[in-house]
């Protein structure tokens, strides 16, 4: 019998699977994690939610998720001030699969996805994975946005979906609220609609001022506001994301998602960790500290860097970053090669973890 191919879809052949290399080494410094894990107080509080969810695990677990999207709407209400109801949050399996339950009820074949580029390498690949047209406009030299780039470019392409990542991913740009409501006005005038998400999977890193697209949420049915567990909650392993959006807009992604997607495991860990909300802010601040540190410390030593308001600093410019990364690979620091060319990102760490880093780089780079 000759073997026949596989009828994959032309456009995936050859294609690699989307993922940061995983080394064990001592520095992991290249995927935005927090660095601190969980407290044992943290440890036992969701030990214990999860045995007592593993007791109903011959049932299928609350398929809309009420009580965990109650606590959620508590959580935005303290870390931002504004109140939402239990109805107007979605949560998924991380914030890419809520990226995908949008794109999946908001896109599709003959539809558009714009974002501005460079950004979160994921986003072409949600596009493809549902059929819908892809397009990045460009951000400015300094990786802002420009409000009038972006009205020309929702004027021109007329996407059902717009995504901006901010602060963004590599750049750690936040966007001011007038260029949110650009775009968002600019969606308003799209034929057939325009969905804007913006994707604060590291809002909670924001700087003192910098306000939260949440705030934007009552006059704006068209915008929905991704949020994590991944990045300033420590919690990346337990894989769990969300939106806040109108209720309308909501009831779209449940028609999408597949029955049951958010296990009774998952819920159950995300509200035990939930309840340390506090705890896990004040270790925010502290990163907070610490990014702001860093990038004074690269300055200083003659390098260029991104204004930051995540827990990673993109910095550069080299002529061979590869090299520079090695190197630092080399001494147990592992960074990411990522953003245009000449540019390395590294995420904030411990205060140990930083010295080890900066120690690094003095050899490698010369400083
Ligand atoms: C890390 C990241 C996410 C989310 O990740 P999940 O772990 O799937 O919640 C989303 N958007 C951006 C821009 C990110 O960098």
């Known amino acids: 019998m000759t073997a026949q191919p596989l009828p994959l879809r032309p456009e995936l052949a050859g294609l690699e699977p989307y993922g940061a290399p995983q080394l064990d080494v001592p520095h992991l410094l290249n995927v935005n994690e927090n660095p601190y894990a969980p407290s044992e107080q943290v440890v036992a509080d969701v030990a214990a939610a999860v045995a007592d969810a593993t007791r109903g695990l011959n049932r299928y677990p609350d398929r809309d998720f009420t009580a965990l999207r109650e606590d959620l709407a508590a959580y935005l209400a303290a870390e931002s001030g504004v109140e939402l109801g239990a109805e107007q949050i979605w949560a998924a399996n991380g914030s890419n699969e809520i990226m995908l339950h949008v794109l999946q009820a908001f896109g599709g074949p003959g539809r558009t996805v714009l974002s501005f580029g460079p950004t979160y390498s994921m986003y072409p690949e949600y596009a493809r994975d549902t059929f819908t047209g892809w397009v990045e406009a460009r951000r400015e030299e300094d990786f802002s946005l420009d409000a009038d780039v972006a009205r020309a470019a929702i004027a021109e392409h007329a996407p059902s979906v717009v995504l901006l990542a901010s602060p963004n991913n590599p750049t750690g740009t936040a966007l001011p609220a007038a260029t949110v409501l650009a775009v968002l006005d600019a969606a308003s005038a799209v034929p057939g609609g325009c969905v804007v998400v913006v994707d604060e999977a590291y809002g909670e890193f924001r700087r003192r001022g910098v306000p939260s697209a949440l705030e934007l949420l009552t006059d704006h049915p068209h915008l929905a506001v991704s949020r994590t567990m991944s990045k300033a909650f420590g919690l990346a392993g337990a894989r769990l994301g969300y939106l806040a959006a109108s209720v309308q807009l909501v009831d779209a992604l449940r028609v999408v998602r597949l029955p049951y997607h958010l296990s009774a495991v998952?819920?159950?860990?995300?509200?035990?960790?939930?309840?340390?909300?506090?705890?896990?802010?004040?270790?925010?601040?502290?990163?907070?500290?610490?990014?702001d540190a860093l990038v004074g410390w690269l300055r200083e030593h003659g390098l260029t860097v991104a204004e930051s308001d995540a827990n990673f600093v993109l910095f550069g410019m080299f002529d061979d970053r590869r090299a520079i990364w090695q190197g630092l690979l080399d001494r147990g620091v592992l960074i990411r090669v990522v953003g245009p060319e000449g540019w390395l990102r590294v995420s904030v760490g411990t205060s140990k973890e930083m010295t080890a880093f900066k120690d690094a780089l003095v050899e490698v780079a010369g400083l």
């Open 266 to 291: 998952t819920q159950a860990t995300a509200r035990a960790a939930l309840a340390h909300s506090d705890e896990l802010m004040a270790q925010v601040g502290s990163l907070r500290d610490e990014r």
